[in-house]
């Protein structure tokens, strides 16, 4: 912690692990002419991860790793960011050409907010165990919702592009304010949402760890420990498991194996 007055109650560390975030994002984002890209620079099509998969996830562990910094407990000024950050991503879904008839709904931004949303009640109403009871209900019950129910539109239980339960979700809601490049599905659709909310959780309790008053020693074996643990977790559900249990990786469907698999990467690298 900064003993600066005007960085009181801030992380330095927080911030330096946010700013090589952002500078991970704005590479990614001007890797080349995209003809011939590093893979590491792109994102997986589907199954799989790379770097690049990474910083969306970061940046969500990062939003609940803030909020156990703040002591701000009501709910309009977190209304009024969430509002904001919606706000800003449906502006930059319009600029330039202001398609408002095909406006996509959904956006990074947007589950940033909705996801702070959530996470700020997670703090002011539920405590430690709460919230770890929260993240497994969220990633258990998200894997049993994708891996057994037959979608409204009568496809079976599949992790397949087009027939997974969270595309026929999407395109019942909000086709067609969809992501452009598919039109059919979005990568920041209804129900990846909910997975996305656990990411957020994990980041919260980091941050509660990390302002628990363990020595530096301490804090720091547990954030990498706990990583690790994590990323084996995501790993072995992901990509080990036998067949009735597997769950993979998957950014797009945001699955309850990438979200461990990330949080614990988050936390052992901010280690």
């Not at 703090?123 to 969220?138: A, C, M, N, P, Y």
């Not at 920041?188 to 996305?196: K, R």
């Not at 072995?236 to 067949?243: F, L």
Request: with cysteine; aromatic share 12%; proline share 6%.
């Amino acid at each position: 912690m900064s003993d600066t007055p005007a960085l009181q109650g801030r992380s330095t560390s927080l911030d330096a692990f946010r700013g090589l975030t952002i500078a991970a994002m704005i590479l990614v984002n001007n890797a080349g002419d995209w003809s011939c890209v590093y893979w590491p620079l792109l994102h997986v099509s589907w199954h799989g991860w790379t770097p690049t998969d990474l910083i969306f996830p970061f940046f969500l562990f990062m939003v609940g790793m803030s909020l156990a910094f703040s002591r701000r407990l009501e709910f309009r000024p977190a209304l009024a960011r969430t509002a904001k950050l919606i706000g800003l991503g449906l502006l930059l879904n319009l600029y330039p050409y202001f398609p408002f008839a095909e406006l996509r709904w959904p956006g990074v931004l947007q589950r940033i907010g909705l996801c702070y949303l959530a996470a700020f009640a997670v703090k002011r109403w539920l405590g430690t165990r709460g919230q770890v009871t929260l993240v497994g209900v969220l990633l258990v019950g998200y894997w049993l919702l994708m891996t057994l129910v037959t979608g409204p539109e009568g496809h079976p239980p599949s992790l397949e592009m087009e027939t997974n339960l969270a595309g026929q979700v999407d395109r019942i809601l909000l086709v067609p304010h969809v992501w452009s490049s598919v039109e059919t599905w979005d990568p920041e659709g209804v129900l990846s949402t909910f997975p996305a909310i656990a990411t957020t959780v994990l980041g919260l309790l980091c941050g509660s760890w990390l302002r628990s008053g363990r020595g530096p020693t301490a804090t720091t074996r547990g954030l990498l420990l706990g990583g690790l643990a994590l990323t084996a977790l995501g790993v072995a559900w992901g990509e080990a498991a036998p067949s009735w249990l597997l769950f993979p990786i998957n950014k797009n469907l945001w699955t309850s194996s990438f979200v461990l698999l990330t949080g614990g990467l988050a936390a052992a690298l901010f280690g």
